[in-house]
């Protein structure tokens, strides 16, 4: 059997090989407490599930159109004008299996031999892998240069030549759960302004998780970047539907008809019902997101300083998402072997930095979307083990 090379420069999502062995560990007796996945550990709200049965119960059944049902796409323009007051064509609006996909199909439409892509590192891994699938030249900018974690406008300026095709933004930033203010935003996009052959995907999908009050400074914001502005979002990480396999994402005129293409001859179209879901859960009340924001808050208070009480660890406090990324070299370990240990002394799954990239080697990733017990727990278990 000869497969094709490129197979080769694909990754995987290490936080569910890190799920794999701890659920192995747990079938075998060992307790574990589980602070790898990026998954918020509340239920769907009611409304968006009993909206999903009545669209079932009406015979939503079938195909739908390829960019998604025009009632949820409109639903996403609503969103957008009371969320940012800014209004887009439902056109430019494409429903997506997820959040993947967009990352998908925005490399493939960029990424060749010879063309360079931008993007942050550490970060999602997919990013990465997909650059390299498609064989163009993969151009990061380390956020572990900066103590907080966050990227610098002048810093990616800095890296665009004539070759760059797209530039990758993910702010709030997973693994690190930083945040990059307003202010840095409006320097990048007066800087974008002289190179307007460069698009630029801003991964959003974090937009609900921002801490202390601040803003969201979405792309949506700068009308001179819209023409080649690729928006990623959904529902998986504000409603808690990361099963469902749904997003939506907002595309640049001419490339909405290629999209469509690359969705057609992949995945067809988004089930409906999850469609009619998504509908409820945008034009519902927002009681269930600040529910979990109130959690959060206070589970990033209780993770960030039981880091950094803990002998030889160092954690930037999170402005975004719901994560934390200790530098925990300081230890005599780095990343991977101190999760290791974590899963097999201290009974705690949890990410190695360099499954986000490899200048990450002497971080971990703590997911803190689990109950304060579980959070004070692992505290304690990696405290001793340390100790």
């Not at 990227?151 to 990059?180: C, E, H, M, Q």
């Not at 008809?257 to 509908?279: D, M, P, R, T």
């Not at 109950?371 to 692992?378: H, R």
Request: aromatic content about 8%; some cysteine; hydrophobic content about 40%.
């Amino acid at each position: 059997m000869k497969l094709a090379a490129s197979l080769n420069r694909l990754g995987t999502e290490s936080a569910f090989s890190v799920l794999a062995e701890a659920k192995k560990l747990e079938a075998a007796g060992n307790p574990m407490i589980h602070l790898g996945l990026g998954q918020p550990d509340f239920k769907t709200p009611k409304h968006v599930v009993e909206a999903a049965k009545k669209a079932l119960d009406d015979g939503h059944h079938g195909y739908v159109l390829s960019n998604g049902i025009l009632e949820c796409r409109q639903a996403v323009t609503r969103w957008i004008k009371k969320r940012y007051n800014t209004e887009v064509d439902a056109e430019r609006i494409i429903i997506m299996p997820g959040g993947k996909p967009t990352m998908h199909y925005a490399i493939q439409c960029f990424g060749e031999p010879g063309a360079e892509i931008i993007h942050p590192t550490p970060a999602f891994p997919i990013y990465e892998f997909m650059i390299n699938y498609t064989g163009s030249t993969a151009v990061p900018y380390d956020l572990t240069e900066d103590k907080d974690l966050r990227f610098s406008a002048d810093k990616i300026l800095s890296l665009i030549t004539d070759k760059t095709r797209l530039l990758i933004l993910i702010n709030p930033n997973n693994p690190t759960g930083s945040f990059v203010e307003k202010s840095e935003i409006d320097k990048l996009a007066e800087g974008l302004k002289k190179h307007p052959h460069v698009t630029i995907l801003s991964d959003e999908i974090y937009s609900r998780q921002i801490f202390d009050g601040k803003e969201m400074p979405t792309l949506f914001n700068y009308p001179e970047l819209r023409d080649r502005l690729i928006v990623l979002e959904g529902w998986s990480k504000a409603y808690s539907m990361t099963g469902w396999r749904l997003g939506w994402s907002f595309w640049p005129e001419q490339l909405v008809e290629h999209i469509n293409k690359l969705l057609i001859n992949s995945v067809s179209c988004v089930n409906a019902a999850a469609q009619f879901a998504g509908i409820a859960a945008l034009d519902g009340p927002d009681d269930s997101i600040n529910q979990m924001m109130e959690k959060f808050i206070q589970r990033r208070k209780l993770i960030h300083e039981g880091l950094n009480s803990l002998p030889g660890v160092e954690c930037s406090l999170p402005g975004g998402a719901f994560y934390a990324f200790p530098k925990v070299i300081g230890t005599g370990m780095d990343g991977s072997e101190f999760c290791k240990r974590a899963m097999h002394e201290a009974g705690v799954a949890i990410v190695p930095g360099t499954a986000f990239g490899k200048t990450s080697k002497d971080y971990v990733r703590f997911s803190f979307a689990a109950s304060q017990d579980n959070i004070s727990n692992a505290l304690e278990n990696i405290k001793k083990m340390l100790g």
